[in-house]
Every structure is written in C-alpha cells, then in structure tokens.
C-alpha cells in the first residue's frame, strides 16, 4: 500500500490542508493519507495556540464531514505525534510507521519551502532512504529556484495546485481572521468552524 504522510500543526485544519492531501494522494495514487498533528515542530518559531486535543478533535471532524459530503475516505488522521509528546521528529515517525508496516511505501507531503531547508532537519540522508518525498508550492512558485540536491539520494515528486487558489490559505491567517471577528465560513469546515466558536478558539485575550 502506498500511504502518504501530511504533518503539521493543523492550528487550525482548513481546507488548503485537505485540498493539498486529496491532490497528493490523485496525482501520485495513494490509497492513503495521514493527517499527523505535530506535539511541537522542531522548527516552528510560533507555539501553536490550540491544544493537541482540540487540534486533533477539528481534524477528525473535517474528515468526517469531507466524507460524509464528497465521499472522500482516504484521509486518516493519526495522533501518534501528539501521543508521543515533546518536539516531534520526523525521522522518528517515519522508523516507526516503516517497522509498524515495513511492506508499505511511505510519502511524506511537505511544501516546497520545507522542502529546501530538508538538509536541516534531523538525519537527513535517513530522511532520504525511509520515504519518497512530494513537494507542494502555492499557485505562482518557481519550481527552478528549489534546489534539493543537498540531500543525497532524495526522491522527489512535484505535485501541482490542481484544486485552486485555497493552496494560499494558511492557519495564521484564519486566526487573525478569527481574532479581528471576521467570517471564516468557506475557508473551512463547517464542523471546525462550529468548534472553533463553540471554544472561543483565537480569540485575543483580555
């Protein structure tokens, strides 16, 4: 089975996350894609602003309304990350997902921009052995100016915006919609919308 690996903070999940893993999974056929909500990414600057648990409780009800609306059921989410704790390292996932299920091809979905700091992360050339690798970029990225020949043997699949514009979304911007009171109906899941007001999510604090 060929099963993809989308990580991040999902604070919160919109729908540029679920467009970019449904792309991923019909360019490349993957009869899977796990969603993996990050305990603490390594290299993000900002913390997240939503726990683990309510971070993982939106993205379970996306992908409950993605499927009961579309029929989209290749979407998974996995909370292994968030149950392991402390900064999550994607080399570590990736030997335990590859000992779990050492018959399956594994793809790990990342931006481009990730894409070419690659040679900072964690064990890179072990990066390189354990997963195929396919690289996003939001509409107008200039594919020639990605260099990722610093990590040797990485094999790379370049996946383009094929589900529109919502590929610009990011979850900062939701949440300074949020702040301000703006709408932010269309931008995600009815269900995570609904959460985030019923929670009082990224709201400015008084």
Known sequence: MRIGILGGSFDPVHHGHLGVARAVADSLGLERVLLMPAAQAPLRDAAVRA????????????????????????????????????????????????????????????????????GTWREPAELA??????????????????????????????????????????SSAVRERVARGEDVRGLLPDKVVEYILENALYRPHR
């Open 51 to 118: 726990t683990g648990e309510q971070r993982a409780a939106m993205l379970r009800l996306a992908l409950k309304e993605l499927a009961e609306r579309e029929g989209e059921r290749r979407l998974e989410v996995d909370e292994r990350e968030l149950r392991r704790g402390g900064v999550s390292y994607t080399v570590d996932t990736l030997r335990a997902l590859r000992a779990e299920r050492p018959g399956d091809e594994w793809v790990w979905i990342v931006g481009a921009d990730q894409l070419a700091r690659l």
């Open 129 to 170: 052995r354990l997963a195929e690798w396919a690289a996003y970029a939001r509409p107008g990225f200039d594919w020639s100016e990605l260099a990722v020949s610093a990590v040797e043997g990485l094999r790379v699949r370049r996946v383009e915006p094929v589900r529109g514009a919502v590929w610009d979304l990011s």
